[in-house]
């Protein structure tokens, strides 16, 4: 399906990363279209929302036709990122500027084949120097989550990077350097997820979540732990992902060597979780507390691990 494009006009501004054009809430990225102000013509990606598509069915600034063209190249960046598409654009990576560490040296990696598990592993890490890994499977842009923003504001998460074709204000050309990076900079601790949001077509192999598998399976190459996050739900009206997820069954299927997952859920993760964005297929901590249990044992897990 060709793109569908739309002329409109900025009609508010609410903040670098979202807008209104013509009344209707979009999302803007300034790094790639530059930045918007009320009365910006704009090009906008209407399809995700016409096509009504839940949690990313937003519509998305493609160009700023009266500020945004012939935006400045960022200084010695020759990697392209979104490339071959309309959208690519050059953006420096940290391989260029950074020291990579040869090995893990058994820094526990969690990995997580939701966006939503996020916060409460990363709850279940506190005190610890926490660095979150973005990779394919869901949303490409690190900057939309609103999860990771708030992590970093409780001090959570302290590195972020964007990995493989994932694109973020820290970048890194695919989960392999973007772990040892992390291992470089002094993380005690990796957590490993797709963005928000995540690609699903009903199949046991057709998923985002087999990300997941990709991060265990890089993670244990170089030397480091990996501990899996199950998908646990007591509230998901599917069968298949009642229980025990066929997600969570497929990754462990797919991992070249077999992660740490724990054995039972977490019956202290509310208190630690209090005030972080909290939400899976809209419910809520009341609405499927198994899920965010089971997430918090992940990290309470890997904590476990750290030397």
């Known amino acids: 399906m060709p793109l569908s494009l ?31 102000e009320v009365g910006d013509e704009v090009v906008v990606n209407v399809q995700a929302r016409e096509l009504g598509l839940g949690s990313g069915g937003f519509d998305v600034v493609y160009a700023n036709l009266t500020r945004g063209l012939g935006l400045e190249v960022e200084e010695h960046a020759h990697v392209m990122v ?3 598409t309309p959208l690519q654009h050059a953006v420096r990576h940290v391989e260029e500027d950074d020291p990579l560490a040869e090995s893990l040296d058994g820094m526990p990696v969690v990995c997580c084949s939701l966006h939503s598990q996020v916060a409460p592993v990363c709850a ?15 949303a490409l842009p690190l900057e939309l989550s609103d999860t990771v923003r708030a992590l970093r504001e409780r001090g959570l998460v302290e590195l972020a990077v964007a990995a493989g074709p ?3 204000a820290v970048q890194a050309v695919n989960v392999y350097s973007a772990l040892a990076w992390c291992k470089a900079r002094g993380a005690d601790v990796a957590v490993c997820a797709l963005g928000p949001g995540i ?19 890089a993670a244990a190459a170089l030397g480091g732990r990996p501990v899996l996050a199950p998908r646990v739900s007591g509230g998901d009206a599917r069968a298949r992902h009642r229980g025990l997820s066929h ?19 977490a019956d202290n993760w509310r208190a630690a979780c209090d005030g972080l ?27 476990d691990l750290v030397a």
């Open 199 to 217: 690609v699903g077509t009903g199949t046991s192999l057709g998923h985002g979540g087999v990300s997941a598998a990709q991060a265990v399976n």
């Open 124 to 138: 279940a890490l506190a005190g610890l120097r926490v660095a979150y890994v973005q990779v394919a499977g869901g």
């Open 6 to 36: 739309r002329r409109g006009a900025v009609t508010r501004v609410v903040d670098d990363l979202h807008c209104e054009v013509d009344g209707v809430a979009t999302v803007v990225y300034p790094r790639v279209t530059g930045a918007v």
């Open 247 to 265: 997600h969570t069954e497929t990754v462990l299927q797919l991992c070249l060597e077999e992660p740490l997952v724990p054995e039972r859920a």
């Open 166 to 168: 994932c694109v973020g």
């Open 82 to 84: 979104l490339p071959y």
């Open 277 to 303: 964005p909290l939400a899976h297929m809209e419910r809520g901590p009341d609405d499927d507390p198994e899920f965010f249990a089971w997430a918090f044992a992940a990290g309470a897990l890997a904590r």
